[in-house]
């Protein structure tokens, strides 16, 4: 007997037609692309939620850029211990990160960048726009300043902190 992968699934099923919509709800809005190397289910719905309520633009989600792209896919059978997968992730983060600095100077990449910390090399005014008049108005009641504070490179803020992670030893 041949066995199929689907033979444990329900074998109550519906057929469910779609139909193109009239319009486009998103016809005329402008397009920002958004690139992260992570998005969870908190983001996802941040986007979509902003999606909805936004006259005018429309987030989409890049793929453009994956760090696996840019390691040889022998590079994984040479891992012995942490140092090398360490190094393996910096040189893919590396490649990757070269990508989008070259597609920025170009005009041709993301409007917008979540999760891009560890690409410290766009933290220049020829990648990205200062955002330190948006963060002008927040005080230490409802932010922690600190660490917005420690996002400035030579005094200016090109990526905002959305959250923070303290990573430690544990006795």
């Known amino acids: 007997k041949i066995r199929s992968q689907y033979e444990s699934?329900?074998?109550n099923f519906q057929i469910v037609e779609f139909?193109?919509?009239?319009k486009n709800p998103n016809a005329g809005k402008t397009i920002l692309e958004l690139y992260s190397d992570n998005?969870?289910?908190?983001?996802?719905?941040?986007?979509?939620?902003?999606n909805e309520q936004s006259s005018k633009y429309y987030i989409v989600l890049a793929d453009t850029y994956d760090s696996n792209d840019f390691v040889d896919d022998s590079a994984y059978n040479d891992?012995?211990?942490?140092d090398d997968w360490n190094k393996l992730k910096i040189e893919a983060a590396a490649?990757?990160?070269?990508?989008?600095?070259?597609?920025?100077?170009?005009?041709?990449g993301p409007d917008i960048l979540l999760n891009t910390d560890s690409f410290s090399r766009l933290n220049k005014s020829s990648y990205l726009v200062d955002l330190s008049?948006?963060?002008?108005?927040?005080?230490?009641?409802?932010y922690f300043t600190n660490i917005i504070e420690g996002a400035r490179t030579n005094g200016v803020i090109y990526q905002l902190p959305v959250s923070f992670a303290i990573n430690g030893i544990r006795s």
């Open 133 to 142: 008049p948006y963060v002008k108005d927040f005080g230490p009641d409802d």
């Open 19 to 22: 139909s193109r919509a009239a």
């Open 95 to 108: 490649g990757e990160s070269n990508a989008l600095a070259m597609d920025i100077i170009n005009g041709e």
């Open 39 to 50: 998005v969870d289910e908190v983001i996802g719905a941040a986007i979509q939620k902003f």
């Open 9 to 11: 699934a329900s074998t």
């Open 79 to 82: 891992i012995d211990n942490d």
